[in-house]
């Protein structure tokens, strides 16, 4: 087979390999019986029609390689989250359907092999599994190998931030390869043991395996036992739509704190207008909120990365584009907290800059707190908009007379002397050329538009 590469190398029957600008899967002769089955028995087409599994196509396979059974071309994944930058109810949405895939799969005598949600990409706000060869066949009474990974990857994350809250979803950025369960039994509150489904796949499963399992033989599943329990799951979390969750000013962000409606009005007046004259391809929003502007944005580009450090506000830009279809993609996330590449040889998971980097960069509403709450200087702020930046920015300064600006500032925060527009400017000019500037109406705010060098 193909040599392994750090993308798909834990994969014995596939490989996953960029090619120019687009990737594909080869697969190998070990994996015909179980490919032919998927593709022939209906499986496919039904998880396909439903939005559940990535659709693809088969292509010339001219691979030298005489294991090489098939070369498929997967539908391209323009952006791809990973499991710690998702908000709670796209974890819980997530993980609903794979366990429906499970289901489905099984009238079909298959089921998956692994149990990460790493399997997963969202598009128009839905959850669709992107591993085509995690299918096997389901043996009667034989151990299902995912079970621990599904319990350990999935289940606790999803059932850690249902009860301790959705910050919980950035512990896994630590534990790639899953939370140990004797930990996560210790997490959780004495009123998760009285769940069925919380008792038998964390508390007894964390104490089963703390007592060793080296010299037991595994009873394995009948497809009776393995049915409820997916059934017992997907149940549990059906009913777990909301987790437990701390107040936060952030998501009413619209609502209780816009300067006045003028301002808002004008603002997205100038940002639709400098959108529609660049034609930008992508666009990242930084600092998205709850995605008015990343809306705004999708009407004028081909995608829109909206990153923010707000997983509340992930969660209603999700929420909201499960019902506009938009080519939205959120990624939780902070500036000066960003998501490195993880992973071996540092090569599974990509940081979060390289994914994000666009055509064109919209920066609203944030300069004020890179400056005063994380302490960035203005030529820092205008380094980090060049290195996620190709083409224009479009970025908002907000004026030391600003209510928000004093709201931010105290006797320790940083000295104004120096914040003010002309230095703001003139930090830019290493990276752009200043095409226009423009005061919005009903404030002490300026938005510019920069074009990079």
Known sequence: MLEPNLISYKDSVARVVKEGQLYFRYISKEYKEEYNHLMNSGLYDELTRLGYLIPHKEVQNDSSDTNAYKKIEPRQIEFQSYPFERSYNQWRNAL???????????????IIKDGTPYNFYFQYGNPIMFDTTSFIFFKENDPW??????????????????????????????????LPLDFV??????KSWLKLDVLLNIHLHANYLNKGTKNKKSKGFTLEKIKSLHLLMLNAIKGRKKPFSLKNHWVNYYDENIESEKYLAHKEEIVRHW????APKDIL??????????????EYADKVIALESDIYCIDLINQRNLKEKKNIYTALGQITEPNPTLGFQYGEINSIENRVNSHTVLNLGLSHHLYFTYKL?????AEYSANVCKNHLIIEF???SDNKVKLITTPFSKSPVNYNIEEFIKSFYQYFTLEENIKVLGSNRTILLFKKK
């Open 185 to 190: 039994s210790k997490q959780l509150p004495i």
């Open 377 to 381: 200087s203005f030529k820092q702020i």
């Open 96 to 110: 609903w359907v794979y366990l429906r895939i499970n289901i489905i799969a099984l009238r079909y005598g298959m």
């Open 145 to 178: 190998i995912a079970y621990r990974q599904l319990c350990e990857e999935f289940y606790s994350p999803v059932t850690l931030m249902y009860y301790n809250g959705p910050q919980w979803s950035k512990i896994t950025m630590s534990h790639i390869s899953g």
């Open 275 to 278: 959108l529609k004259k660049i």
């Open 285 to 298: 929003d930084l600092g998205a909120n709850t995605g008015n502007f990343s809306f705004i944005a999708a």
């Open 398 to 400: 907000i004026s030391s």
